[in-house]
C-alpha cells in the first residue's frame, strides 16, 4: 500500500504544517491487482470506481493525475 499526501506550511503560522490526504494505492495479492482509493473529509478511504482494478501500477498513476471528477486535486 502507498498513501500519497500533501504538506503545506499554514500561512497564518509558518511554523505548523497541514497534511492532506490524496490518495491510496492497494496492491492486493490474491488478485495480483492494484486499486486506487481517495479520502473522504473524514479522512475514511473509498475505492475510486472511475478505474477499475489493474495489473498495471501506470494507469492508476495516470488516472490520478488526469482526476476528470476532482476527488484527488478538487
Known amino acids: ?3 500519497l499526501y500533501e ?3 499554514l500561512p497564518s503560522s509558518p511554523d505548523q504544517w497541514l497534511t492532506t490526504l490524496i490518495a491510496q494505492l ?3 495479492p490474491e488478485l495480483d491487482q492494484w486499486t486506487l482509493h481517495y479520502a473522504d473529509r473524514s479522512g475514511k ?7 477499475p482494478p489493474t495489473l498495471n ?3 492508476l498513476l495516470e488516472a490520478l493525475d488526469s482526476d476528470p471528477l476532482g476527488f484527488f486535486w478538487g
Not at 478511504?45 to 478505474?51: A, D, E, F, R
Request: hydrophobic share 40%.
Open 1 to 3: 500500500m502507498a498513501t
Open 7 to 9: 504538506e503545506r506550511v
Open 26 to 28: 492497494r496492491f492486493h
Open 45 to 51: 478511504w473509498h475505492p475510486y470506481l472511475n478505474v
Open 57 to 59: 501500477f501506470s494507469k
